[in-house]
Structure formats: C-alpha cells, structure tokens
C-alpha cells in the first residue's frame, strides 16, 4: 500500500539557517504530492503542492520538488525564521482522493 | 469565508460510551473526510463523503465506528461502546472536488479522551 516515510525530528535550527525536511514515498501509479504544517494551537494547512514529476511547489519561502526517479518530495527553506516552528506533515493522494501522511517533523527555530 | 469547523473541540467520555463529532464543511464543498490522528503520528485516514454517500470507508478499525452526511453537508461521526485506544484528535477535512488534486482544507479537530 501507499506510504510516506519522513526524517524524525525535532529538527532544531538557529533562524536563517538553511532547512531541508526529507520525505520519500511508496505508491502506486503518479500521485499528487503534499506539504501540510501544524503550528502550535492550530489546524493542518496546506503549505504546498506538486501534482506531476518536476513540478517544484513552493509558498512562503519554502519549495518542494516532486522527484520520481527518487520517489522524494524533500521540503525546502533558504533561512527559516522563529514563526516557521511546527510541525511538517508531508503526504500524498495516490488517485483515490485520500491522503496518506507521513508521521510529521517538528521544527523548532531559536532566535 | 468560513473554514471547516469542529465541535466539540474536546470530549471526554468513559469506556463503553456511545460518542458524536460534528463537522461543518466548508460551504459549496462536495467532498468531506475523517481522519484520526493519535499522538505523535500522521493523520490516518477513515472515511470520505462525495455529496450524501459514503464513498469510501476502508479506513473505518471496526463496526463500531459509523458517520453520517444526510444532507451533503454536515457529517456526524458515531463511535459506539468507546474503548481507550479510540483517544485521538479526530480531523475533518473538505474539499471542493474529489479530485487527488484538489486541496483539502482540515478544521482545528476534537479531542477524544476515553477513560
């Protein structure tokens, strides 16, 4: 079956640090591939999105590169900031119009 | 607009109790899903809705889980004779379409706790 396997964390950085969260997948077919995040207190958003290979999405500084080849979706932010501390679910659809989730990375950016 | 809401937001309950969760969809979305997400993991899909029918419950542990969305719109999730393995926060999710490319937008969840 589907799944997403991502780095464990909590990923800790000092803000303008370069921040790369990995995340591969099993699946069958061409999924559509996902970055949610959480923020503390808060629901899952929709942070990005790629839905064929090559697609780079990207939002609020952040990018992801959907990799077939690989089967990797890794996340991707030149200088995180403090508000960027959450945590990163990275998931995907594969046709069936339900989300498999990874178990999620927890960022945690210092001043 | 309005996003997708929750209530209630907590729930405590004992053992062998029957429970509801609510979810309001965002409005003109076709789509609904449930999701349960236990502490520390991913999101864990359950069931989804296209308009009134459930068009897909592979996700549901058991026969003790069931929901409901009469109407197209609000969904009722009913979780009879509670067990403390069912503690999680229960999301809701809709989208538009049904479509894999279609974004599903998630309330702020309720938080299930079985003693």
């Known amino acids: 079956g589907d799944s997403v396997t991502q780095m464990e964390g909590p990923v800790t950085l000092s803000e303008e640090a370069f921040l790369t969260i990995n995340c591969t997948y099993t699946?069958?077919?061409?999924?559509?591939l996902f970055w949610y995040v959480q923020y503390p207190g808060e629901g899952l958003q929709l942070l990005l999105k790629?839905?064929?290979?090559?697609d780079k999405g990207s939002n609020k500084g952040f990018e992801a590169t959907y990799r077939k080849e690989t089967t990797s979706f890794h996340l991707e932010k030149g200088s995180v900031q403090v508000s960027d501390s959450a945590v990163y679910f990275c998931a995907l659809d594969s046709g069936y119009s339900t989300l498999t989730f990874g178990k999620g990375t927890m960022l945690l950016v210092s001043p | 607009g309005a996003g997708v809401s929750q209530t209630p937001s907590n729930k405590v309950t004992e053992k062998g109790k029957y429970v509801e969760l609510r979810c309001d969809p965002i409005s003109g979305h076709t789509a609904l899903y449930w999701y349960r997400q236990s502490l520390g993991q991913g999101p864990e899909f359950l069931i989804y809705f296209q308009g009134t029918g459930a068009a897909d419950d592979s996700g549901l542990p058991n026969d003790r889980f069931f929901a409901v969305r009469p109407e197209g719109s609000v969904s009722t999730l009913k979780i009879q004779r509670t067990e403390r393995g069912d503690s999680a926060v229960y999301l809701c999710a809709s989208s538009l379409t049904t479509s894999p490319q279609e974004t599903q937008y998630f309330g702020p969840g309720t938080r299930l706790l079985v003693l």
């Open positions: 699946a069958t077919g061409y999924p559509s």
């Open positions: 790629a839905t064929k290979a090559d």
